[in-house]
C-alpha cells in the first residue's frame, strides 16, 4: 500500500512540473498573401503562450494543400477555397475532408505604379487588360503607352481565386510577367510606371491602388472594411486556414480558437486585412 501511495504521489508532482499539455509545436504552410499575418499570429501567440513553437512558411495555397495532403503541416492558410480534388487526395491521407476555417477578409487589391494617372477600373476592363484584350493605358483613361502585366505564379490561391472571378476562367494573356509571391508583384509595379498587379490589402507599399467599379454605371468602390463587409467592393473575399480534423485538437485547437478571438482579430486589423464579423468567428 505504502509502495502504491509513493508511486501515485510521484505521478503528482511529475503532473505539476511536466509542460502543458496543449504546449507543442505547429506548422502553418501555404499562401503568401497571408504569410505576413500568419507570421504576426505566429509571434504574438508564442509571446503569450511559452512552450509553443510555430514555425510559418509561405510556397503558394496549392503548396500548402499540397502538404497539408502529405501530412507536412499542421495548417494550410489559403488565399481560396479547397477544390474537390484536393478534398479528394486529403480524404484519401487521413480518412476526413479537412475542417475549414474563415479567419479574416481581404478586399483583392489592384495596384499601378504611383505616378499612373488612372485611378479607377470596371471589372470588365480589368479582365480585358489581365487577358490581352486592351493592351494601351490610353484606352482606359491613361497615359499613351503599353500596359505591362504583373501576375501570381499558378500555384498561388491569389492567382487562381482572380482567374476565376475576374477573368471569368479565361487564360492571363502570355506577356504577364509571374512572380513568387504579393511582396515580389508590388515591388515590381512600383519600379515600373507602365505595371499593373493584383494582391491581398495588406500590401501596397511604393505603389497605389485603383477603385473598382462592379461595372460602368456603378459607383467607384475603395477597398475599404466598410466596402469589404459590406459587399460593397466587387473582389472581396475570405481567407483560410484547413486543418487536419485528426489534429484539431489540444494546442492546435487552442491556437485556431486564439486567431478567431477578438485578441487574434486584433491582429488582422494591425497588419491591413479586415477582422472576421463574430457572427462568422464560431463557424
Same mark, same amino acid.
Given at each position: 500500500?505504502?509502495?502504491?501511495?509513493?508511486?501515485?504521489?510521484?505521478?503528482?508532482?511529475?503532473?505539476?512540473?511536466?509542460?502543458?499539455?496543449?504546449?507543442?509545436? &505547429?506548422?502553418?504552410?501555404?499562401?503568401?498573401?497571408?504569410?505576413?499575418?500568419?507570421?504576426?499570429?505566429?509571434?504574438?501567440?508564442?509571446?503569450?503562450?511559452?512552450?509553443?513553437? &510555430?514555425?510559418?512558411?509561405?510556397?503558394?495555397?496549392?503548396?500548402?494543400?499540397?502538404?497539408?495532403?502529405?501530412?507536412?503541416?499542421?495548417?494550410?492558410?489559403?488565399?481560396?477555397?479547397?477544390?474537390?480534388?484536393?478534398?479528394?487526395?486529403?480524404?484519401?491521407?487521413?480518412?476526413?475532408?479537412?475542417? %475549414?476555417?474563415?479567419?479574416?477578409?481581404?478586399?483583392?487589391? &489592384?495596384?499601378?505604379?504611383?505616378?499612373?494617372?488612372?485611378?479607377?477600373?470596371?471589372?470588365?476592363?480589368?479582365? %480585358?487588360?489581365?487577358?490581352?484584350?486592351?493592351?494601351?493605358?490610353?484606352?482606359?483613361?491613361?497615359?499613351?503607352?503599353?500596359?505591362?502585366?504583373?501576375?501570381? %505564379?499558378?500555384?498561388?490561391?491569389?492567382?487562381?481565386?482572380?482567374? *476565376?472571378? $475576374?477573368?471569368?476562367?479565361?487564360?492571363?494573356?502570355?506577356?504577364?510577367?509571374?512572380?513568387?509571391?504579393?511582396?515580389?508583384?508590388?515591388?515590381?509595379?512600383?519600379?515600373?510606371?507602365?505595371?499593373?498587379?493584383?494582391?491581398?490589402?495588406?500590401?501596397?507599399?511604393?505603389?497605389?491602388?485603383?477603385?473598382?467599379?462592379?461595372?460602368?454605371?456603378?459607383?467607384?468602390? *475603395?477597398?475599404?472594411?466598410?466596402?469589404?463587409?459590406?459587399?460593397?467592393?466587387?473582389?472581396?473575399?475570405?481567407?483560410?486556414?484547413?486543418?487536419?480534423?485528426?489534429?484539431?485538437?489540444?494546442?492546435?485547437?487552442?491556437?485556431?480558437?486564439?486567431?478567431?478571438?477578438?485578441?487574434?482579430?486584433?491582429? $488582422?486589423?494591425? &497588419?491591413?486585412?479586415?477582422?472576421?464579423?463574430?457572427?462568422?468567428?464560431?463557424?
Amino acid at each position: 500500500m505504502l509502495k502504491k501511495n509513493l508511486i501515485i504521489a510521484l505521478a503528482a508532482m511529475l503532473a505539476a512540473f511536466a509542460p502543458a499539455a496543449q504546449a507543442g509545436n &505547429i506548422t502553418a504552410k501555404g499562401s503568401d498573401t497571408l504569410v505576413i499575418l500568419a507570421q504576426k499570429w505566429a509571434e504574438v501567440y508564442m509571446a503569450k503562450t511559452p512552450g509553443t513553437a &510555430i514555425q510559418v512558411t509561405g510556397g503558394g495555397t496549392g503548396t500548402g494543400f499540397a502538404a497539408l495532403q502529405n501530412k507536412t503541416t499542421d495548417l494550410c492558410n489559403a488565399s481560396r477555397k479547397i477544390k474537390s480534388k484536393e478534398i479528394e487526395a486529403c480524404v484519401k491521407a487521413f480518412s476526413k475532408r479537412p475542417t %475549414e476555417y474563415k479567419v479574416c477578409l481581404d478586399g483583392l487589391s &489592384i495596384y499601378v505604379n504611383a505616378k499612373n494617372p488612372v485611378k479607377e477600373l470596371t471589372v470588365l476592363q480589368l479582365e %480585358e487588360i489581365f487577358t490581352g484584350k486592351i493592351k494601351n493605358w490610353k484606352e482606359v483613361g491613361g497615359n499613351d503607352e503599353p500596359i505591362a502585366l504583373v501576375s501570381r %505564379e499558378n500555384s498561388s490561391g491569389t492567382y487562381e481565386f482572380f482567374k *476565376e472571378n $475576374v477573368l471569368k476562367g479565361k487564360d492571363f494573356a502570355s506577356s504577364a510577367q509571374t512572380m513568387p509571391g504579393t511582396a515580389a508583384v508590388l515591388q515590381s509595379v512600383a519600379k515600373e510606371p507602365k505595371a499593373i498587379g493584383y494582391g491581398g490589402a495588406a500590401y501596397g507599399e511604393g505603389a497605389k491602388h485603383l477603385s473598382i467599379k462592379a461595372d460602368a454605371s456603378s459607383p467607384a468602390v *475603395e477597398p475599404t472594411e466598410e466596402n469589404v463587409v459590406k459587399g460593397t467592393y466587387p473582389i472581396w473575399r475570405y481567407l483560410y486556414i484547413y486543418v487536419n480534423p485528426n489534429l484539431d485538437k489540444g494546442e492546435v485547437a487552442a491556437y485556431l480558437t486564439w486567431i478567431r478571438s477578438d485578441e487574434g482579430q486584433k491582429v $488582422v486589423k494591425d &497588419i491591413g486585412y479586415f477582422p472576421l464579423p463574430k457572427n462568422l468567428r464560431s463557424n
